[in-house]
């Protein structure tokens, strides 16, 4: 291994997400909902997590990433409750020391757009490609999406979703049907938008970063123990009826009905949980109402990004308002929403 990283460091790149629909991807919700065929809908942003592997000290994982403070520990000793924790279970599960992992991403650090999960599945596909070289099968981007989810549930303290690994490994605009049958496939795929309608598609959505970090398990962890204790049940039906709404607007390129899909999840999400949007993401969400779009928050909200869906008029009108709600709060500002059709990529 350490002559393979000293001849080429290994690389692997994977995108981050916008969603609608999300929890939903969560055995918790998708089981016992089942029956009303739940579905969480994903956009990849080309707003990508870069892993490269370098040769380092032997019997040590050192991990350097940025917004988070660089880590290096024995392999034995690394611990998995740390920020980079999910970077030192996955590196224990393939036996991996004597490495250092340097960690890139063009997305903030915490901005609910799925980074950690993408990290997670460019860092597999780098250990995959590692083990190639070294005689190894390759794995395909679905077992890499479904160990990196696996590990990162085995470690978060929370149930996990799916869909973050999904978008990062496949890429493109996709629902996910979750069929919650024990026996048979966990996921369906349909792809909503057609690669080469991707860039008209991107004109129709803008993606901001409100200026302060979430933490997902926060807001996760409180849907769960609702949805455990009986409460919210019906809340929980109507997301999966306007997420499906959603999906099926996408793909008869109805960008109204899509953004009063949105709208109208939003509001019930705000019931159960109006810490999803704060000061910032409130005026977000009125202004793009105001200007006939539709907005939601990134993954579980809490802080992080929110992104609008409109006819391409009205998201340029949008533009505006937003940059000066943004402009109030210091590291807020717009991002470009280009939507990655790729997925997964090794350099």
């Not at 000293?6 to 919700?29: K, Q, V, W, Y």
Request: aromatic share 8%; glycine share 10%; with cysteine.
């Amino acid at each position: 291994m350490k002559d393979i990283l000293e001849s080429h460091p290994i690389c692997a790149s994977a995108p981050c997400r916008i969603d609608m629909g999300g929890t939903l991807d969560i055995s918790t919700f998708y089981y016992p909902l089942r029956h009303l065929s739940p579905l969480t809908v994903n956009i990849a942003v080309n707003l990508r997590t870069v892993v490269k592997l370098f040769p380092y000290d032997r019997g040590i994982i050192k991990i350097s990433s940025k917004g988070f403070d660089g880590a290096e520990y024995p392999l034995e000793k690394a611990p998995f409750n740390h920020p980079l924790g999910l970077m030192f279970a996955i590196s224990a599960y393939y036996g991996v020391e004597g490495v250092h992992i340097d960690i890139t991403s063009s997305s903030p650090p915490r901005s609910a757009l799925g980074g950690s999960s993408a990290a997670a599945v460019a860092l597999i596909a780098a250990f995959s490609r590692m083990l190639e070289k070294m005689g190894h099968s390759a794995m395909s981007k679905r077992q890499i999406a479904l160990i990196g989810h696996r590990l990162e549930a085995s470690v978060a303290g929370v149930p996990c979703g799916l869909q973050d690994q999904l978008a990062a490994a496949f890429g493109g605009v996709n629902a996910w049907y979750w069929s919650g049958d024990c026996l048979g496939p966990m996921f369906r795929k349909k792809s909503l938008i057609k690669k080469n309608e991707l860039n008209r598609f991107e004109r129709h959505l803008l993606l901001a970063y409100c200026g302060v970090p979430h933490e997902s398990k926060n807001v996760n962890g409180k849907w769960v123990k609702q949805f455990l204790s009986g409460k919210y049940h019906g809340h929980w039906a109507e997301i999966v009826v306007y997420t499906q709404k959603f999906a099926a607007a996408l793909i008869k390129g109805n960008i109204e009905d899509a953004c009063l899909a949105m709208n109208e999840e939003v509001a019930v999400r705000m019931e159960m949980t109006p810490e999803v949007l704060d000061d910032i993401g409130k005026a977000l969400v009125a202004s793009a109402v105001e200007n006939h779009c539709g907005a939601r928050f990134a993954g579980a909200g809490g802080g992080g990004c929110i992104w609008a869906l409109g006819a391409v008029e009205d998201i340029d009108r949008l533009k505006g308002p937003w940059e000066s709600i943004l402009s109030k709060r210091k590291d807020a500002g717009l991002l470009d929403p280009e939507i990655d059709s790729k997925g997964l990529l090794y350099e």
